[in-house]
């Protein structure tokens, strides 16, 4: 009687520890429910990827274009990528022509340009639109949940993504990829 009771007590003991690591390993589903990363998107090169894809990395979304004043920022977008990529760090780059027609080109030229003269490899999506009434869905999502809520008002603007699907970041133009501000809030999202 003593062995079974003992068996039992160790069985139950192990399904509820079982149990408990199982739900620790659980990403928080209603933490995503409101995350910009859902739905499908189209590549650059044309392909559809699934946002929900980078669930659990930090995430960076930049609305880009060739034609800026900011396009240089490609340089420092790459630099930064690189060297947080093997960390859980992702940027993607989303071309939209609604400021001043500044990214007039089809997908192609867009990344035919993007590799030769900035060396881009982080991913690149097909262009949309990112203010207005006919934003995209990934936009509306961005524009109304960042702690400053409104439209993109210019073209290299940021959005940072935690772990969990947030965002817990929002940055203009103006904030380098290199600026202190931006890099002490990714660091301290991979941190987490």
């Not at 034609?67 to 990529?85: D, E, H, I, V």
């Not at 073209?155 to 203009?172: A, P, Q, T, Y």
Request: proline share 5%; hydrophobic share 40%.
């Amino acid at each position: 009687m003593s062995l079974s009771l003992s068996l039992s007590t160790n069985l139950f003991t192990t399904v509820g520890v079982v149990a408990v690591l199982m739900a620790s390993c659980v990403v928080d589903s209603s933490a995503w429910a409101d995350s910009p990363l859902v739905g499908e998107m189209k590549t650059i090169d044309g392909k559809s990827i699934d946002l929900a894809s980078y669930k659990g990395q930090v995430v960076l979304i930049v609305n880009v274009a060739s034609r800026c004043g900011a396009t240089p920022q490609y340089a420092g977008l790459q630099k930064l990528y690189a060297a947080n990529k093997d960390k859980g760090f992702v940027i993607l780059g989303f071309p939209a022509n609604d400021f001043g027609a500044q990214e007039p080109g089809t997908d192609s030229q867009i990344a035919e340009f993007c590799t030769s003269k900035y060396a881009v490899t982080f991913p690149m999506f097909a262009k949309i639109t990112v203010k207005g009434p006919a934003k995209s869905p990934l936009y509306k999502t961005l524009t109304e949940s960042a702690g400053t809520p409104g439209e993109v008002s210019w073209n290299f603007e940021k959005f940072l993504i935690g772990r969990d699907g947030s965002v817990i970041g929002r940055f203009k133009t103006g904030v380098q990829p290199d600026d202190a501000e931006l890099v002490t809030a990714i660091e301290a999202a991979l941190a987490k």
